[in-house]
């Protein structure tokens, strides 16, 4: 009887759900350990919508455990702590328990590499266990729920989202200002969605100041923050907002594994080129848009593929990644916003109907319930 392959997952949110439901559902024998640092995953699509509705936040965390225990397969075993060091030639995995600090060995036969990315602030991504996420959200929710003055930091889909939910909430009652630290919002697509996005934001009564940068804040000591401007100018509000840029979850893994800036490096087939028996999922791979449309439109069907080859030994073709689409959506507040579908500029109305109503929360059910 040949061996069943033992395959240890590290990340716990759509990437590192979604490679278990994958091999759950595998016809062939598998032993899959998850491990994650929080014992919840994170549906921080919606994070947005919840800083002006706090209740939202009930419906955007969801129990790892639980959601193993529903796959059908009671090979699917999870384990809570945070992976500190990935020794690829003894195919050991170090794990620190999140409560106790004591350590474990993990050994696998295939490892995947889903641990993500974290943000500035853990109110838009996981940063450890959920409770953090979960208070920084509902923190952050009252701190701007009181104040007079607010600075949201960055010119991306998270920020533009988050500056187009307070300026219809409060617009009218608070200064509300967009630092997009670059020519406008969304300079990424073309410059038809930028210009739509910055008339949308400036009727919900939302000033946006480009070009200039942020590069430093600091807290006061009356509790307001101050942040330095890349012209060398500073300004104080009563809540900033830092919604820009990623880190990825790497500090575990060799240089020899990552690139530049901590990434992943994978061939085209998500297989690392340090290890052949490591793949990589989710946004923590190099050079791919850190997006759920790219890890369940373009990366998963490479993902599976592969999967079947390097794991089960499947004589199915293996499929080459290929280019993300030109897609998403950025709802700036419910009553629409700005997207781009292969190419072509939505309307309004359409983002309304598919995004901004309800930020997608019933998605997040979906996936990790």
Not at 128 to 140: C, I, N, R, V, W
Not at 212 to 225: H, L, Q, R
Not at 291 to 306: K, W
Request: proline share 4%; with cysteine; aromatic share 8%.
């Amino acid at each position: 009887m040949s061996k069943v392959p033992h395959v240890v997952i590290i990340g716990g949110s759509f990437a590192g759900i979604g490679a278990a439901e994958i091999l759950a559902a595998s016809k062939s024998p598998v032993k899959v350990t998850v491990i994650a640092e929080s014992s919840h995953s994170y549906f921080a699509v919606a994070a947005p919508r919840a800083l002006v509705e706090p209740d939202v936040t009930k419906q955007l965390f969801y129990s790892i455990k639980d959601k193993i225990g529903k796959l059908g397969n009671k090979n699917v075993s999870f384990v809570l702590g945070k992976a500190t060091k990935l020794d690829g030639e003894s195919q050991t995995v170090l794990v620190e328990d999140n409560t106790t600090g004591s350590q474990q060995t993990v050994s696998y036969d295939f490892l995947i590499l889903a641990s993500g990315s974290r943000s500035h602030s853990p109110a838009f991504k996981l940063q450890g266990d959920y409770l953090q996420s979960k208070d920084a959200l509902l923190g952050m929710s009252k701190n701007i729920k009181s104040a007079k003055t607010i600075a949201v930091l960055g010119g991306g889909p998270t920020a533009v989202e988050i500056a187009g939910e307070l300026g219809l909430t409060y617009g009218k009652d608070k200064k509300i200002s967009l630092y997009t630290g670059a020519s406008g919002p969304l300079v990424n697509w073309n410059s038809k969605v930028t210009d739509r996005a910055l008339q949308q934001l400036e009727s919900l009564d939302v000033q946006v100041l480009n070009t200039t940068k942020s590069v430093k804040v600091d807290e006061t000591s009356d509790g307001s923050s101050e942040v330095h401007f890349s012209d060398g100018t500073s300004k104080t509000f009563d809540v900033v907002v830092s919604a820009y840029g990623i880190i990825p979850n790497s500090e575990y893994l060799d240089a020899k594994l990552l690139d530049s800036s901590g990434f992943v490096k994978t061939d085209e087939y998500l297989v690392t080129k340090a290890y052949p028996n490591v793949l990589a999922y989710g946004d923590i791979i190099s050079n791919r848009p850190c997006s759920i449309i790219d890890i369940e439109r373009v990366q998963h069907a490479t993902f599976a593929a592969t999967v079947d080859a390097v794991i089960f030994g499947s004589s199915g073709s293996k499929k080459a990644l290929k280019d993300s689409p030109e897609m998403g959506l950025v709802p700036i507040s419910r009553n629409g916003g700005v997207g781009v579908l292969f190419g072509w500029r939505t309307p309004s109305w359409f983002v309304r109907l598919l995004k901004s109503k309800d930020f997608m929360v019933s998605r997040g059910a979906k996936h990790f319930a």
